[in-house]
């Protein structure tokens, strides 16, 4: 994702969501999904959807009648820069205080804490 494509909005990431697990879908084929979460008219979501095209967060393949939609970003990028944005603004940079909050927000599993582990193992493989 370059530089000059916006954070997506939470609306935003839970079409980006969608089409990163089900690959390119229409607006109708989007819809229902959302609408299962929360109250959203259709017409807000084709809106969001064109929205997001213009932004560069989707392409859109104008081909068939019903235009369909690609995620234009990889959900890789757009999570790494939404956690960069938030340990800059909320930990101010420090990511022990976010991985500390994280933790004592919400129990992780052991399936987690092993993962922790081995990442951490493997930034700092002289402390094993």
């Known amino acids: 994702m370059t530089t000059g494509t916006p954070i997506p909005s939470n609306s935003e990431l839970e079409i980006l969501h969608i089409l990163w697990k089900k ?8 819809y229902p999904a959302l ?12 809106k969001t959807m064109q929205v997001m095209a213009e932004k560069g967060l989707l ?7 019903s ?3 690609s995620a234009a970003v990889p959900e890789k990028s757009i999570k790494r820069r939404l956690v960069s944005d938030l340990l800059d603004r909320v930990f101010e940079g420090s990511s022990a205080n976010l991985v500390l909050q994280a933790l004592s927000t ?3 599993s ?14 700092n493989p002289e402390e094993k």
């Open 23 to 30: 690959g390119p879908q229409t607006v109708r084929e989007i």
């Open 110 to 123: 052991p399936e987690d804490i092993r993962k922790i582990r081995k990442l951490l193992n493997a930034q």
């Open 59 to 65: 392409t859109r393949d104008e081909s068939e009648r």
């Open 35 to 46: 609408k299962r979460k929360r109250e959203i008219g259709y017409t807000t979501v084709l």
């Open 106 to 108: 919400k129990r992780a």
């Open 67 to 69: 235009h369909v939609y």
